[in-house]
């Protein structure tokens, strides 16, 4: 499962918000299906660079995840490289493309239902899902005592020396 961090987070959301605010949506594209607008939020590329990155190597987004190596430096390994930074591994990015991963699904608005991986509404849903996801996993490792630095505020000072 992917790694929660707060560049994960946004970069999900801002892929959500260019599907939502029309961004070119096309599955079979890699430029412009669910991992390619992944990739044009996080590498600033334009889906024309991102597919022509992509066919120098082999197959969707899921197996190009699966031959991914950082030492290689093909130009797809680039693409990779930027999903592997935010914290994604091969899984993740095949779930990311076929909208599959159950635990994601549970965090659905109206709760858990399968998605069709070529609907631009699904694409939206699973993203801001995963966000969400994310966002609580994140807060659940925050291990904040909330009533100690509540006390803190209100405890008395200490009356502090006076230097003459």
């Not at 029309?22 to 990739?39: E, F, S």
């Not at 995840?65 to 899984?91: H, Q, R, V, W």
Request: some cysteine; aromatic content about 8%.
């Amino acid at each position: 499962m992917a790694k929660p961090s707060f560049e994960l987070i946004s970069a999900l959301r801002k892929a959500a918000n260019r599907l939502q605010n029309g961004a070119h949506y096309a599955w079979g594209h890699h430029g412009a299906c669910n991992c390619g607008q992944l990739v044009q939020v996080v590498s600033q590329l334009t889906e024309g660079e991102i597919i022509r990155y992509a066919h120098t190597g082999t197959g969707e987004w899921t197996e190009l995840a699966e031959d991914f190596c950082s030492i290689t430096n093909a130009p797809y390994t680039l693409l990779m490289a930027k999903l592997d930074e935010l914290g994604l591994n091969a899984s993740d990015i095949h779930h990311i493309e076929y909208l599959s991963d159950k635990e994601v699904l549970q965090h659905l608005s109206g709760g858990f239902r399968w998605l069709k991986r070529n609907k631009r509404e699904d694409a939206i849903a699973y993203f801001e899902a995963f966000a969400n996801m994310l966002e609580e996993k994140m807060a659940q490792q925050l291990n904040i005592d909330f009533n100690k630095i509540l006390s803190m505020e209100t405890a008395p000072s200490e009356p502090q020396p006076v230097v003459v």
